[in-house]
């Protein structure tokens, strides 16, 4: 066990709709990344956080948004949901930028 | 940006070693790697922070060439517990610690 918490573990809904993904980091961490996971792709980075901040971008779509909240969970916001969008998304936490990253279970998303 | 991981798969017997690869194009200031098995997620397995710096984790080992802009991991006497998908993920300077992971590398150590 990681430490970190991500809910829900399945989401399956429909295009067009919007979800959120949840994401509590471990005890004392306050960074906190998004990583996209798409079958037989590598982690892309999506987003990161820093004690509420927004630290750094990466290929992260228009249609998808994130923030960290002053307990320092995170959610991922995904709407206008495409086919393409299905995918297992990886929250990850660290104590600070350029330590190792501790990665929760994943959500996985189908999008039918 | 993303670096390049080789080689994209390897298969190996019980006890042989293998080597991967992680290059990039841009300065690093940091290597990271993790191993990931089939329907889990990715675990951390070491950092290097230095060039030059080489580190061990049990029989799995790491070097970062930092002029080269490259880390390799070495894995001896390989275990069927070894077997996934190794990953390598570098951090540029001032990059707040922004994590940019190559295609994986897919591993499976056979009986």
């Known amino acids: 066990d990681s430490g970190v918490t991500q809910t829900p573990k399945h989401l399956i809904t429909a295009t067009g709709q919007r979800v959120t993904l949840r994401c509590s980091p471990r005890s004392g961490d306050l960074s906190v990344y998004w990583y996209q996971q798409s079958l037989d792709q590598g982690l892309q980075f999506l987003i990161q956080?820093?004690?509420?901040?927004?630290?750094a971008k990466g290929n992260i779509l228009e249609r998808f948004s994130a923030q960290q909240f002053p307990d320092l969970h995170s959610e991922l916001n995904l709407s206008s949901l495409e086919l393409g969008d299905s995918a297992l998304y990886f929250c990850?936490?660290?104590?600070?930028?350029?330590?190792?990253?501790?990665f929760g279970s994943g959500t996985q998303l189908s999008v039918l | 940006q993303q670096p390049v991981q080789s080689p994209q798969a390897v298969i190996l017997r019980e006890g042989e070693d293998a080597v991967i690869n992680c290059s990039s194009s841009k300065a690093l200031y940091s290597v990271h790697w993790y191993r990931q098995k089939h329907g889990e997620a990715p675990v951390f397995l070491m950092i290097l922070l230095k060039g030059g710096e080489q580190k061990g984790h049990d029989k799995i080992s790491a070097s970062f060439n930092e002029k080269k802009q490259q880390s390799s991991l070495y894995l001896t006497a390989s275990q069927l517990s070894y077997s996934g998908t190794y990953f390598c993920g570098t951090e540029g300077y001032n990059q707040g610690g922004k994590l940019i992971f190559g295609q994986g590398t897919e591993l499976s150590v056979k009986p």
């Open positions: 956080y820093y004690n509420g901040e927004e630290r």
């Open positions: 990850a936490s660290s104590t600070g930028g350029g330590e190792k990253l501790f």
